[in-house]
């Protein structure tokens, strides 16, 4: 595995444990910084997940998109077993909006640099 593929792997994984910890930890435990409008927050958040997951998966593309969309789905029915926050499909679909939009941004990427989404690429 390459340097480039593993820098992607980390910063994915670590940007999922860090979207779990940030989902279910009481609300006032957020710094105030990262709270803004929640719908833009899961969209933000799950377009990152997208372009990291995407990166760092070039050749899985639809375990990513799939894997994605389940964890939205995961952590909304873990915020409603809390008694801090609540589960909400507003939000996963705010969630599914981002990994839209973030496989939109990374198609018009490969695009731009002349060649299919990740096309070509195999290590996973």
Known sequence: MNFAR???KVAFWLLVALTVVMSLVPGEQVPQTLVFWDKAQHALGFAALAVL?????????PRVLVGLLL???AIEC??????WRQGDWMDWLADATGIALGTSAMVLWARIRGG???AGNSGT
């Open 6 to 8: 593993l820098f992607w």
């Open 53 to 61: 997951g995407l990166m760092a998966y070039p050749s899985a593309v």
């Open 71 to 73: 964890l939205g789905v």
């Open 78 to 83: 873990a915020q409603a077993m809390t008694t």
């Open 116 to 118: 299919a989404l990740f």
